[in-house]
């Protein structure tokens, strides 16, 4: 059992979570915009990260006008948001991540959860969304994790999970999340607050650098998006009704 | 309208087809033998290639007794099996692919359209299926073109299919083709093949360089597979209801 649930075999509702503190460094954009939304929708405070401390709390007072008055969200920097999540995702363009990583390096204490969201497509460098370059670790979570503290529990999820799909709270979810870590607690921990976001399920997609593969695959589906002229093309992963933890 | 039918807004029955002579080099592996079963029910003459003339007319038997008497399969040596085919589709191993185009190059003229459906898996090279290698073109797509005449018509697809699946004929596909190609028509044309299988949906998933997408992605489903102790996850697209080409 991990955190996030008082009882896990109980109904999920506010009753029976733990309210856990999260962090969603890059809170303001679209992606963890909508993370914060549902998260704190699944009961949890959210603690949107900023550059702006102002923009972050201007950002959790619009999330608290669209949740209503009992949703727990504040907004501050992204070191005091990384230092108060006891899980902290990630949620920023590539061309801005290591910046932010190394920024917020030493309010990540070793074993915290880090999740890191990045794509790294080609617009990092001016090129086309469709496009991805390569990090030189492999991925943009290989390349996040070498600037934290090595006991850092690194997972890399959410990359082909649109934004806007997030945001918008009464719309079912779609598509599956690809989660990947070399840590099998922390991808189950997440996997659990994935599972507390209606309909969103997660597959088990391999160890940290399957990330490799998981990133560039939001340059696939912004090519399918631009080939059809759509918003929010995404995967649903077929061969089994249930996800979730292997072996479960 | 593209080859394969008579009538475009008709039935889809052996009646309205137009018997299309299809190369599928590698036919006798688990993907080529899939896709010979389901192009050859659909009502075309399935060409199985092999290095082997022997292996290759061997398997085509094996295949019209799963088919019954009434499918048109025969097999023939990869460059014959090239030659006749309107379309040729090409299912081999990444190790072994660049020396199948050598072979058949000659046999592969200028407007011919081929499907290449190869994944550059690490196997390749002695290491995991559930990692890639990378082309130095790219994509194994890429890599193929530039050993065939200029003015073949390079659509890469079918990487995420299992050919178990394929074989199955009593079990609907619930995966979807991804098809990738800098040609229209070229993908139009075998976006017609795939419509012709029952229950198999094809996405449009841009120019023939995200091939180096797509391709990657075998090697996803094959870590997921690893995880969940399966064999044929697959992806759905969603987003839309109706894939297919765009625009229609």
């Not at 990330?211 to 560039?216: F, K, L, N």
Request: net charge negative; hydrophobic share 40%.
């Amino acid at each position: 059992m991990g955190p996030g649930r008082v009882d896990p075999a109980g109904p999920l509702s506010s009753a029976t979570l733990c309210r856990m503190d999260i962090s969603v460094i890059g809170g303001t954009g679209e992606e963890g915009f909508g993370l914060t939304l549902r998260l704190a929708r699944a009961g949890h405070h959210a603690i949107i990260g900023s550059r702006s401390e102002e923009k972050g709390s201007t950002t959790a007072q619009k999330a608290v006008e669209i949740l209503g008055g009992d949703a727990k969200v504040s907004g501050t920097t992204n070191e005091l948001s990384a230092e108060r999540g006891e899980v902290v995702f990630v949620t920023v363009p590539y061309a801005g991540q290591a910046d932010i990583y190394r920024a917020i390096k030493d309010h990540v204490v070793a074993g915290k959860i880090v999740v890191d969201c990045t794509s790294p497509l080609a617009t990092a460098v001016g090129g086309r969304a469709w496009h991805v370059i390569r990090p030189w670790h492999g991925s943009a979570a290989e390349a996040a994790k070498v600037l934290l503290d090595p006991g850092v529990r690194m997972v890399a999820a959410f990359h082909t999970i649109s934004g806007e799909q997030l945001q918008d709270l009464e719309r079912p979810m779609e598509s599956d999340v690809f989660v990947c870590s070399s840590d099998k607690e922390a991808k189950a921990t997440v996997g659990e607050l994935i599972d507390q976001i209606p309909n969103l399920r997660w597959v088990d997609a391999g160890d940290l650098s399957m990330a490799r593969i998981a990133e560039t695959m939001t340059a696939l589906l912004i090519s399918v998006n631009r080939a059809y002229k759509i918003h929010d093309a995404g995967f649903r992963v077929t061969g089994r009704d249930v996800w979730g933890r292997p072996g479960v």
